[in-house]
């Protein structure tokens, strides 16, 4: 066992987040490229996709919600429609070097009169029950407070996401699955991951603290040749 010194506990106590329940849902969509970034990509040959944003449409009557489930308080129901996803993308060439990167903004599981709709792959609303024993996050829409979906993504002020929260969580990967950057269009794949996040506290065996190496003095060739 290593040595600790006074005032140092073998157990350290911590607050990490704990995963309960999670599922994941698979959608799929064709997308038009605006025309302005294929044309300021004119030798890209291939698409790497990004999401760093979803509005969940909470606010919306046909948008996302979460409800609880009568008879069953430890669990919640969350339907998913309307999301309006906002996509980095990185252009690269033949050789796979970036070209430069653009947003867009796309929307899946639309109404069932958009064009985009599908009902296998794109369905207007997607339902799911999650295991929620401590309940979820709220956050003032239209005036009250009702039960809110946190997106995990890449956007800093001013609508920050990228904090991790108690309750409903989601995060999203995208895949292109096919291109032609002739006609101007790709089918991009979503998986969207639900999950019930709480902070719990635990006591963990560690090895003490970490000290961090001394840092070398790094003196630039300027200096050097001033120092002579």
């Not at 980095?88 to 796979?96: Q, T």
């Amino acid at each position: 066992m290593p040595h600790f010194p006074y005032g140092e506990p073998k157990f350290l106590p911590i607050i990490a987040p704990v995963v309960f329940d999670e599922c994941g849902i698979n959608l799929c969509r064709e997308i038009v490229i605006p025309e302005d970034i294929i044309d300021d990509f004119p030798t890209a040959t291939a698409v790497e996709l990004k999401v760093i944003d979803i509005d969940f449409n909470l606010d919306k009557e046909e948008g996302s919600r979460v409800e609880t489930i009568s008879r069953r308080p430890n669990c919640v129901r969350v339907r998913l429609a309307r999301l309006c996803v906002k996509f980095i993308a990185k252009f690269l060439d033949p050789n796979c070097r970036v070209l430069g990167e653009r947003c867009f903004n796309a929307e899946y599981l639309p109404d069932s009169d958009a064009p985009s709709f599908d009902e296998d792959t794109n369905p207007s609303s997607v339902t799911v029950e999650l295991y929620a024993p401590y309940g979820v996050s709220y956050a003032e829409i239209c005036g009250c407070l009702k039960p809110s979906i946190n997106f995990l993504g890449f956007v800093e002020w001013p609508d920050r996401n990228n904090d991790l929260r108690q309750g409903i969580n989601s995060q999203v990967l995208a895949k292109v699955i096919d291109l032609d950057l002739v006609a101007g269009v790709m089918a991009v794949g979503l998986s969207v991951y639900l999950k019930s996040v709480y902070f719990v506290q635990y006591k963990i065996k560690h090895a003490g603290l970490c000290i961090l190496k001394r840092q070398r003095k790094i003196v630039s060739s300027w200096q050097l040749e001033n120092s002579i």
